[in-house]
């Protein structure tokens, strides 16, 4: 593929840069359809992204609608079907200034006026579209074969929330339609799994404006899987001597000036509450709280390590733009955990919370993931606690532990706590880029800063280390990670609803309900439904929108015999039971198991 570059030559795109240079130029000839229909916008910035392109546009008091963009997109197509040349010409800064004056472009005006005085400025043009911009771009639009407009959206000049909002319009480009049409069908599987639209079919969780943006509600069926994740995860702790505690889900203004939060992420909290002489934030995170329980008392070298666990609830101002329903809200609930160790427990105790970490994925079939060591950027004066000598003994005693723990893992730079490095264990979802799941952090910072003590063999006090851990991370993200891991298919054990009782018709209705009684007094999850539908109606339903793993379906045959006929969900095969009392005996173990 050859392009133009910004000095007039053309040349060879290399591999790596070709659909930076597609995403490109699709932007420019988004713009120049859009200044076809819309003679009046002004172009603000039209990159090309990760994922595709977009442009920030200025339409006045036109506002447009996802549903504008195939009258775009087709002009688009006919402007690629022109064939026009793109070209490119410096300009020396006053004469550019003019020109984008000229055509109104006051947002490339300001543009300008940011630029280093010694900056070259080059325009590049096709037809009578003239934008700024470094290029390198195709050299004929016909060059754009595969193309497709996403979504209209909005943001902010400059991303500054006190300038104006402006129409961003979103796309895709690719080098082939093949192309195209494999990321088409990979968005329509996100969309089938997306967990907001999963969540809302399935009534697990809602949100609403009027309670907050970020601020989710779990329904009874979701609240059921959250409860199901709680116990599950408490159970494993619990096996590993922690002790679980309750702490308040606001700190004072000085409590995370101690633990050097408010320097490092005041940004983040939300805002100041002032009560009587106290200031008070709703807490981003809960180290300072277990610091302080630490802290009430004398220690022994005999009673580390303790580790304090706790699932807990945090909040944080996410922008408005980063919220994903439960993955990523401003409310969430940490499976949270604090491990005061002794410098000589340090690996047993990272050993044993990686140990949980590949357990626990072993229980959820999680088998795409991959470790990093993330360390600090030491040229970041602002965002890390500002110690060498403490950064270089955590990080070399993290990396050694890892290495002698024999976990491949590579190494991230910036990407620490900024009280510490940490193992952060990034999953590959079904769809979409990874996250970080599970983490565990060394602290050398916190401990002195809250003055924390024990007792040593040799009557000296000593500072413990702290390890930060969390295996599910937020219970919230990894509900959703599941949700669209299984496209809301839950094992039997995670289930919202276990089993449904549905009773063919009037004759069969007392003993379905006799069945429902004893599945239910078994505390099996389930649903009886006595609807006056056909049966292949509420079959439909259970399978669709419950994804229920059992259907007891229940005839006149059944009734008779006392018998129960069981659908799985798995094979879609019915097996019939001699009695209820066998089903729940075989269920009881399934769920027991976690299969």
């Given at each position: 593929?050859?392009?133009?570059?910004?000095?007039?030559?053309?040349?060879?795109?290399?591999?790596?840069?070709?659909?930076?240079?597609?995403r490109?130029?699709?932007?420019?000839?988004?713009?120049?359809?859009?200044?076809?229909?819309?003679p009046?916008?002004?172009?603000?910035?039209?990159p090309?992204?990760?994922?595709?392109?977009?442009?920030?546009?200025?339409?006045?008091d036109?506002?447009l609608?996802?549903?504008?963009?195939?009258?775009?997109?087709k002009e688009?197509q006919?402007?690629?079907?022109?064939?026009?040349?793109f070209?490119?010409?410096p300009?020396?800064?006053?004469?550019?200034?003019?020109?984008?004056?000229?055509?109104?472009?006051?947002?490339?005006?300001?543009?300008?006026?940011?630029?280093?005085?010694?900056?070259?400025i080059?325009?590049y043009?096709?037809g009578?579209y003239?934008?700024?911009?470094?290029?390198p771009?195709?050299?004929y639009?016909k060059?754009?074969?595969?193309?497709?407009?996403t979504?209209?959206?909005?943001?902010?000049?400059?991303n500054?929330?006190?300038?104006?909002?402006?129409?961003r319009?979103?796309?895709?480009?690719?080098r082939?339609?093949?192309?195209?049409?494999?990321?088409?069908?990979?968005?329509?599987?996100?969309?089938?799994?997306?967990?907001?639209?999963?969540?809302?079919?399935?009534?697990?969780?809602?949100?609403?404006?009027?309670?907050?943006?970020?601020?989710?509600?779990?329904?009874p069926?979701?609240?059921?899987?959250?409860?199901q994740?709680?116990?599950?995860?408490?159970?494993?702790e619990r096996?590993?001597?922690?002790?679980?505690?309750?702490?308040?889900?606001?700190?004072?203004?000085?409590?995370?000036?101690?633990?050097?939060?408010?320097?490092?992420y005041?940004?983040?909290?939300?805002p100041?509450m002032?009560?009587?002489?106290?200031r008070f934030?709703l807490r981003?995170m809960?180290?300072?709280?277990?610091?302080?329980?630490?802290a009430?008392q004398?220690?022994?070298?005999r009673?580390?390590?303790?580790?304090?666990?706790?699932?807990a609830?945090?909040?944080?101002?996410?922008?408005?733009?980063t919220?994903?329903g439960i993955?990523?809200?401003?409310?969430?609930?940490q499976?949270?955990?604090?491990?005061?160790?002794?410098p000589?427990?340090?690996?047993?105790?990272?050993?044993?919370?990686v140990?949980?970490?590949?357990?626990?994925?072993?229980d959820?079939?999680?088998?795409?993931?991959?470790?990093?060591?993330?360390?600090?950027?030491?040229?970041?004066?602002v965002k890390?606690?500002?110690?060498?000598?403490?950064?270089?003994?955590?990080?070399?005693?993290?990396r050694?532990?890892?290495?002698?723990?024999?976990?491949?893992?590579?190494?991230e730079?910036?990407?620490?706590?900024f009280y510490?490095?940490?193992?952060?264990?990034n999953?590959?979802?079904?769809?979409g880029?990874?996250?970080?799941?599970?983490?565990?952090?060394?602290?050398?910072?916190?401990?002195?800063?809250?003055?924390?003590?024990?007792?040593?063999?040799?009557g000296?006090?000593k500072?413990p280390?702290?390890?930060h851990r969390?295996?599910?991370?937020?219970?919230?993200?990894?509900m959703?990670?599941?949700?669209?891991?299984?496209?809301?298919?839950f094992?039997?054990?995670?289930?919202?609803?276990?089993?449904?009782?549905?009773?063919?018709?009037?004759?069969?209705a007392?003993?379905?309900?006799?069945?429902?009684?004893?599945?239910?007094?078994?505390?099996?999850?389930?649903e009886?439904?006595?609807?006056?539908?056909?049966?292949?109606?509420?079959?439909?339903?259970a399978?669709?929108d419950?994804?229920?793993?059992?259907?007891?379906?229940?005839?006149?045959k059944?009734?008779?015999?006392?018998?129960?006929?069981?659908r799985?969900r798995?094979t879609?095969?019915?097996?019939?039971?001699a009695?209820?009392?066998?089903?729940?005996?075989k269920?009881?173990?399934?769920?027991?198991?976690?299969?």
């Amino acid at each position: 593929m050859k392009i133009l570059y910004n000095d007039g030559q053309v040349g060879e795109c290399p591999e790596e840069l070709e659909l930076e240079v597609l995403r490109h130029s699709a932007a420019h000839i988004m713009a120049q359809a859009v200044s076809r229909l819309y003679p009046d916008a002004k172009f603000a910035y039209g990159p090309a992204t990760e994922k595709g392109f977009h442009y920030d546009i200025d339409l006045g008091d036109k506002t447009l609608s996802d549903d504008d963009l195939p009258e775009i997109e087709k002009e688009m197509q006919k402007i690629v079907k022109e064939n026009l040349p793109f070209k490119v010409y410096p300009l020396p800064r006053n004469e550019a200034i003019a020109l984008m004056k000229e055509r109104g472009e006051i947002y490339k005006v300001e543009h300008i006026d940011d630029l280093p005085e010694d900056a070259v400025i080059t325009f590049y043009q096709q037809g009578d579209y003239i934008d700024m911009c470094v290029g390198p771009h195709l050299c004929y639009t016909k060059a754009l074969k595969a193309f497709h407009l996403t979504a209209v959206s909005g943001a902010y000049w400059k991303n500054n929330q006190n300038n104006k909002m402006l129409t961003r319009l979103n796309g895709v480009a690719f080098r082939t339609k093949e192309e195209l049409a494999k990321y088409e069908e990979q968005v329509k599987e996100a969309k089938a799994r997306d967990h907001r639209k999963i969540g809302r079919e399935m009534q697990l969780f809602m949100t609403d404006d009027l309670i907050g943006k970020g601020l989710p509600m779990f329904l009874p069926k979701g609240y059921t899987i959250w409860q199901q994740l709680e116990d599950y995860i408490k159970d494993k702790e619990r096996m590993q001597g922690y002790q679980h505690v309750l702490t308040p889900c606001v700190g004072t203004v000085d409590l995370y000036k101690t633990s050097g939060h408010w320097d490092h992420y005041k940004e983040n909290m939300f805002p100041v509450m002032e009560l009587e002489e106290d200031r008070f934030v709703l807490r981003p995170m809960n180290c300072p709280h277990h610091m302080m329980i630490y802290a009430n008392q004398l220690h022994s070298y005999r009673d580390l390590p303790i580790r304090i666990g706790e699932i807990a609830h945090d909040f944080r101002f996410e922008p408005s733009g980063t919220l994903k329903g439960i993955e990523r809200g401003r409310h969430f609930c940490q499976n949270d955990a604090h491990l005061f160790v002794t410098p000589e427990q340090i690996k047993d105790e990272v050993s044993a919370v990686v140990d949980m970490i590949f357990d626990v994925y072993k229980d959820f079939g999680i088998t795409d993931y991959r470790c990093v060591l993330s360390l600090r950027d030491p040229d970041d004066k602002v965002k890390y606690h500002q110690d060498d000598a403490m950064w270089e003994h955590a990080e070399s005693a993290l990396r050694e532990v890892l290495r002698e723990l024999n976990i491949d893992f590579t190494e991230e730079i910036g990407e620490a706590a900024f009280y510490g490095p940490k193992l952060d264990v990034n999953v590959q979802p079904a769809v979409g880029a990874e996250y970080t799941l599970s983490t565990c952090q060394l602290d050398f910072c916190l401990p002195a800063k809250f003055d924390l003590k024990y007792v040593d063999k040799d009557g000296t006090e000593k500072t413990p280390v702290v390890l930060h851990r969390a295996i599910l991370g937020s219970l919230d993200r990894f509900m959703a990670y599941m949700i669209e891991e299984t496209k809301g298919v839950f094992p039997v054990w995670l289930a919202p609803l276990q089993v449904k009782v549905l009773p063919v018709s009037e004759k069969s209705a007392d003993y379905a309900t006799e069945v429902y009684r004893k599945i239910r007094m078994a505390r099996i999850r389930v649903e009886l439904d006595d609807r006056n539908e056909k049966i292949g109606y509420k079959i439909r339903a259970a399978r669709q929108d419950d994804k229920v793993p059992y259907m007891i379906i229940v005839g006149e045959k059944e009734a008779a015999e006392g018998t129960v006929s069981v659908r799985d969900r798995a094979t879609d095969q019915t097996e019939t039971f001699a009695n209820v009392e066998d089903f729940i005996a075989k269920l009881e173990t399934e769920i027991r198991e976690r299969k």
